[in-house]
């Protein structure tokens, strides 16, 4: 069982950054990907980064060049970095991490709402 509660969303100016973070417990050992997803209203979900245990990563087109994914191992915690924030990146965001189990499972975060305007 793994349990993610994410923080660090609210309202930004475009332009501004904000931080996002996701903090993983439980069955931490299982967890090989994880990643932050998106969904704006009347939009299906879809995934804005991911990244590894081994590191790689993965990015949307749309928000190539300006996000970040991270991790800490030693704080069970993912980070993405957002920089300069577009209206179009408003939207409920998602912690997600997928584990190797019996079976494999999905587990995702409450959401966190991410709010671009001036």
């Known amino acids: 069982q793994v349990q993610l509660v994410e923080s660090g969303g609210g309202l930004v100016q475009p332009g501004g950054s904000l931080r996002l973070s996701c903090a993983a417990s439980?069955?931490?050992?299982?967890?090989?990907?994880m990643g932050w997803y998106r969904q704006a209203p009347g939009k299906a979900r879809e995934l804005v980064a991911g990244i590894t245990n081994g590191g790689r990563t993965n990015y949307a087109d749309s928000v190539k060049g300006r996000f970040t994914i991270s991790r800490d191992n030693a704080k069970n915690t993912v980070y993405l970095q957002m920089n300069s924030l577009k209206p179009e990146d408003t939207a409920v965001y998602y912690c997600?991490?997928?584990?190797?189990?019996?079976?494999?499972?999905?587990?995702w975060g409450q959401g966190t709402q991410v709010t671009v305007s001036s």
């Open positions: 439980g069955r931490i050992f299982t967890i090989y990907a």
């Open positions: 997600n991490a997928d584990t190797r189990g019996d079976p494999d499972e999905s587990y």
